[in-house]
């Protein structure tokens, strides 16, 4: 059973930076693709991020120049360099990990909270 745990989450003011952390356990970890994803109050989760498990990575336009996807298989941890950020970044993320490198996500994490005060 693959688990998944986010950390890093916190309360910042905008202009401030994070980095997120998802570890990951319960399987080889350099074979899967990895994936942020968040969601606000009252809007649907969204994609942030990807990053293959040959380090292909893919952002939302939203995020593009703040945000850096980056992975350690050494670690079995992905992370999430969240800078520059803005209040409308307020949202519950969450890791996602997939053996295929495309499709539906096989498997997620309870989430962290990232809250960006104006």
């Known amino acids: 059973q693959v688990q998944l745990v986010e950390s890093g989450g916190d309360l910042v003011q905008a202009g401030g930076s994070l980095r997120l952390s998802c570890a990951a356990s319960?399987?080889?970890?350099?074979?899967?693709?990895m994936g942020w994803y968040r969601q606000a109050p009252g809007k649907q989760r969204e994609l942030v991020a990807t990053?293959?498990?040959?380090?292909?990575?893919h952002y939302d336009d939203s995020v593009k120049g703040r945000f850096t996807i980056s992975r350690d298989n050494a670690k079995n941890t992905v992370y999430l360099q969240a800078n520059s950020l803005k209040v409308d970044d307020t949202a519950v993320y969450f890791c996602?990990?997939?053996?295929?490198?495309?499709?539906?996500?096989?498997?997620w994490g309870q989430g962290t909270q990232v809250t960006v005060s104006s």
């Open positions: 319960g399987t080889i970890f350099s074979i899967l693709h």
């Open positions: 990053i293959s498990s040959g380090g292909l990575t």
């Open positions: 996602a990990a997939r053996r295929s490198s495309y499709g539906t996500w096989d498997y």
